[in-house]
């Protein structure tokens, strides 16, 4: 085991992977530079959008229910997802011959824990909501204390599936159990991580249809306006993160299986992972702009920062809020002080 933590200093050990999963890599073209200006743009836009949400967040105290502090933890992995995809474009191609296997290591995961965290995000928002909606008292004495659990486990779950190959988990003296799309990567690792990602969208799925039935069966008179509100949250969440993710899902699982040097279309892998990480960029669209209270929050957040620049007109951010969102909502009609849904009627999510 000690000679395998010596090679990770090796920086020939990149090519001679390299040359063994991918052939003809040396002369394969490299992205193009439009593409790569693309790509760059896009992870500045993910981490300005999940900027502008944490900044909303951290500003205004209405936002500092449970439910937004689960938001904003979603945002800054988001965030922390655009970072790392940056830094992962900007250090490959030729470049990733220059580094050594450590490096290497924590280039890639880097950007699998922070992909990770915003999935185990999403995960911890769905267990949330089933919390607070099968609870009698929804945010009783012990929400801080879940709220901190859930936000941990998310992170270190996350930092742990981003470390196990530089703590050895790798195919360092194993050529022949290489990964195509990650040369350095085992592929029991790979399709480990495909397991874990598999399991948390069934997760949520399930959370969020138990969810669905109580909402549905709780109240006949709530039921229409609560369960659209809801069903279409839940169609958007599910729906962005089978669309982003399931190509990138489809990658790995034939990397897992197919031969070396097989399945061609593996050496185009890094696109489908582009395309996965366009669900960090709306992630903050589907949880934040639907509420017309966030939205109002940015436009003065926005307002504030073009004023801050101009000496800052007297007045000129004070924009009211109000609640008027249809996840914020909840209709005087419908007030049931006995239920447990509609004690807390602040994000549907």
Same mark, same amino acid.
């Given at each position: 085991?000690?000679?395998?933590?010596?090679?990770?200093?090796?920086?020939?050990?990149?090519?001679?992977?390299?040359?063994?999963?991918?052939?003809?890599? /040396?002369?394969?073209? *490299?992205?193009?530079?439009?593409?790569?200006?693309?790509?760059?743009?896009?992870?500045?836009?993910?981490?300005?959008?999940?900027?502008?949400?944490?900044?909303?967040?951290?500003? %205004?105290?209405?936002?500092?229910?449970?439910?937004?502090?689960? $938001? +904003?933890?979603?945002?800054?992995?988001?965030?922390?997802?655009?970072?790392?995809?940056?830094?992962?474009?900007?250090?490959?191609?030729? *470049?990733?011959?220059?580094?050594?296997?450590?490096?290497?290591?924590?280039?890639? +995961?880097?950007?699998?824990?922070?992909?990770?965290?915003?999935?185990?995000?999403?995960?911890?928002?769905?267990?949330?909501?089933?919390?607070?909606?099968?609870?009698?008292?929804?945010?009783?004495?012990?929400?801080?204390?879940?709220?901190?659990?859930? $936000?941990?486990?998310?992170?270190?779950?996350?930092?742990?599936?981003?470390?196990?190959?530089?703590?050895?988990? %790798?195919?360092?003296?194993?050529?022949?159990?290489?990964?195509?799309?990650?040369?350095?990567?085992?592929?029991?690792?790979?399709?480990?991580?495909?397991?874990?990602?598999?399991?948390?969208?069934?997760?949520?799925? +399930?959370?969020?249809?138990?969810?669905?039935?109580?909402?549905?069966?709780?109240?006949?008179?709530?039921?229409?306006?609560?369960?659209?509100?809801?069903?279409? *949250?839940?169609?958007?969440?599910?729906?962005?993160?089978?669309?982003?993710?399931?190509?990138?899902?489809?990658?790995?699982?034939?990397?897992?299986?197919?031969?070396?040097?097989?399945?061609?279309?593996?050496?185009?892998? %890094?696109?489908?992972?582009?395309?996965?990480?366009?669900?960090?960029?709306?992630?903050? $669209?589907?949880?934040?702009?639907?509420?017309?209270?966030?939205?109002?929050?940015?436009?003065?957040?926005?307002?504030?920062?073009?004023?801050?620049?101009?000496?800052?007109?007297?007045?000129?951010?004070?924009?009211?809020?109000?609640?008027?969102?249809?996840?914020?909502?909840?209709?005087?009609?419908? /007030?049931?002080?006995?239920?447990?849904?509609?004690?807390?009627?602040? *994000?549907?999510?």
């Amino acid at each position: 085991m000690g000679s395998i933590y010596k090679e990770y200093f090796n920086t020939k050990k990149i090519q001679e992977h390299y040359n063994y999963t991918k052939e003809g890599w /040396e002369s394969s073209p *490299t992205t193009s530079r439009w593409v790569v200006s693309i790509l760059v743009v896009l992870c500045c836009f993910i981490v300005l959008e999940n900027l502008l949400v944490l900044i909303s967040v951290r500003c %205004n105290k209405k936002f500092h229910s449970a439910m937004y502090i689960f $938001i +904003g933890n979603l945002a800054f992995s988001d965030l922390l997802a655009g970072l790392a995809f940056m830094a992962n474009i900007l250090l490959s191609g030729a *470049t990733t011959f220059n580094l050594t296997p450590v490096q290497w290591f924590v280039r890639e +995961g880097t950007a699998f824990a922070t992909l990770a965290a915003s999935v185990f995000s999403l995960l911890a928002i769905a267990i949330e909501r089933h919390v607070a909606i099968t609870k009698v008292k929804v945010y009783s004495s012990d929400k801080n204390c879940r709220m901190v659990l859930l $936000i941990g486990a998310c992170w270190v779950i996350a930092a742990a599936i981003g470390s196990l190959p530089i703590m050895g988990w %790798n195919c360092m003296s194993d050529l022949r159990d290489c990964s195509t799309v990650l040369p350095l990567y085992s592929k029991r690792y790979v399709l480990f991580v495909i397991t874990i990602f598999t399991l948390i969208l069934l997760a949520i799925v +399930g959370l969020y249809s138990r969810i669905y039935c109580i909402v549905r069966s709780s109240h006949a008179e709530i039921a229409t306006a609560q369960t659209l509100a809801l069903l279409k *949250t839940v169609t958007i969440v599910l729906g962005a993160f089978i669309v982003c993710w399931l190509p990138a899902f489809i990658i790995l699982l034939m990397d897992a299986s197919c031969p070396v040097r097989a399945c061609r279309i593996l050496y185009q892998a %890094n696109y489908f992972f582009a395309f996965a990480t366009l669900n960090s960029a709306a992630n903050p $669209i589907i949880y934040t702009l639907r509420s017309k209270d966030m939205r109002r929050e940015f436009l003065r957040v926005l307002c504030c920062c073009g004023a801050g620049r101009r000496a800052r007109t007297p007045g000129r951010c004070d924009l009211p809020l109000r609640t008027s969102s249809s996840l914020d909502r909840c209709p005087p009609k419908y /007030e049931l002080p006995t239920s447990p849904i509609t004690r807390e009627c602040t *994000t549907s999510v």
